[in-house]
């Protein structure tokens, strides 16, 4: 948040941005997504760089085994490196659990657009193989009219049987700078002051 | 073990909330020499004999467990500063002080690895049990505050662990409330002084979604 004249970064703005490294980002990533009930937009030159990181670093560790540097330095250079390898595959597992619980919802609406390629493919494939087991299993045994997994009976104007993601639902944010008076609802009476 | 499956994935386990205070900088005191080290987390060092160094807090432990160094307790972790926000805390029963984020976890590290580190440890230890009773006591009152009326909670300086651990609770209470609340006007008593759990109040409830 820029806090105070209104065009163009602080010092402190621009301190603070240039501190910010991937680890950092990519922890911050984890964490919204985590408490989010809807996937996020996926961050993906933020992935990227990460798995360029992690993997200049397994080859670093690899060459330090090699050359017999003091294993001591080694294993803080292997747990500095299993650190933000679990970042990274938390954030990415957290994801794909997110897809495969809303999976037809996330295949139909603007949200599609936040997964990456491969995401997008685990999506599909995911949706095919469950529609499938559906239809086989139950759906075609029912009567005529009924037998779509998208509705609940061809009388249904919508899609009602597509499960979204709750959200209504209440998460805690931290703010991290004050942020001042922000209105809570639409007759601006309720209001919050976030501090930092 | 990056990847639960547990279903309800917005809740933080303890580990990972340790895995997150570990970042978390202190000071060091290295017995030996050592070079920088160039990590993709940040550059740390170099080390130098009786030179004090900030690192990470993962990284002062692994070098504590290996005989390498003596950690700095930090400031906030002495008898004379808890005591100050213990009685601090008893005395305001609508807010909470001022403590670092992961003042839980850092102090549960530093007790299981660097005991003989912080001076007075056992009355350091039995100070932030306290504190963190005192404080635990105060959100459960501002619980009770929470109605069908409540559109936000602010809680301010809880700390991460206290937040993790009533997360669970505290939303699924918020929602049951949204989905359940009364539309007739709830007369409620007058607003709160001051900065406990402050419990912002809604009007009478409006459909803002068409479900």
């Known amino acids: ?196 | 073990m990056a990847g639960q499956s547990d279903p309800d994935f917005s809740v933080f386990s303890a580990a990972e909330m340790e895995f997150l205070a570990e970042d978390e900088m202190i000071e060091i005191v290295p017995n030996m020499r050592m070079e920088e080290l160039n990590l993709i987390s940040g550059d740390y060092g170099p080390f130098l004999p009786r030179i004090a160094t900030e690192v990470p807090l993962w990284l002062a432990v692994a070098l504590k467990k290996r005989g390498k160094c003596s950690i700095l307790p930090p400031k906030w972790m002495s008898v004379e500063r808890l005591t100050q926000v213990l009685e601090a805390e008893r005395d305001s029963p609508k807010e909470f002080q001022q403590l670092p984020f992961h003042y839980v976890e850092i102090s549960r590290l530093l007790f299981d690895h660097a005991r003989d580190d912080i001076p007075d440890i056992y009355m350091v230890r039995s100070l932030i049990e306290d504190i963190r009773n005192v404080r635990f006591h105060k959100v459960e009152s501002g619980l009770e505050t929470i109605s069908a009326r409540t559109h936000a909670v602010k809680l301010k300086n809880l700390s991460a662990m206290e937040v993790n651990i009533v997360r669970p609770f505290v939303v699924r209470t918020l929602q049951a409330f949204y989905k359940h609340d009364s539309p007739e006007l709830i007369q409620q008593p007058a607003q709160m002084s001051g900065r406990r759990p402050q419990v912002a109040d809604r009007g009478p409830r409006r459909d803002l979604r068409r479900r």
């Open chain 1, 1 to 196: 948040m820029a806090s105070g004249s209104g065009s163009g970064l602080s010092m402190e703005d621009f301190e603070s941005l240039m501190k910010t490294s991937d680890v950092e980002l990519l922890k911050k990533a984890w964490r919204n997504e985590k408490a989010a009930p809807e996937i996020l937009q996926f961050q993906s030159s933020l992935v990227q760089r990460s798995q360029e990181q992690i993997q200049l670093m397994e080859e670093t560790i690899e060459d330090f085994t090699r050359s017999g540097l003091d294993p001591l330095i080694v294993s803080v250079y292997q747990m500095d490196l299993d650190r933000t390898q679990y970042l990274l595959r938390s954030y990415l597992r957290i994801r794909l659990q997110k897809i495969e619980k809303d999976m037809i919802h996330i295949s139909k609406t603007d949200i599609w657009n936040r997964l990456s390629q491969q995401e997008q493919k685990f999506a599909k494939k995911s949706y095919e193989n469950m529609k499938k087991y559906l239809d086989e299993s139950v759906l075609s045994k029912f009567p005529i009219g009924y037998q779509s997994n998208l509705k609940q009976s061809n009388a249904s104007e919508e899609d009602d049987m597509v499960p979204e993601p709750n959200l209504d639902t209440f998460v805690f944010c931290k703010s991290e700078s004050s942020i001042g008076s922000i209105p809570l609802d639409d007759s601006g009476d309720e209001i919050v002051d976030l501090v930092a």
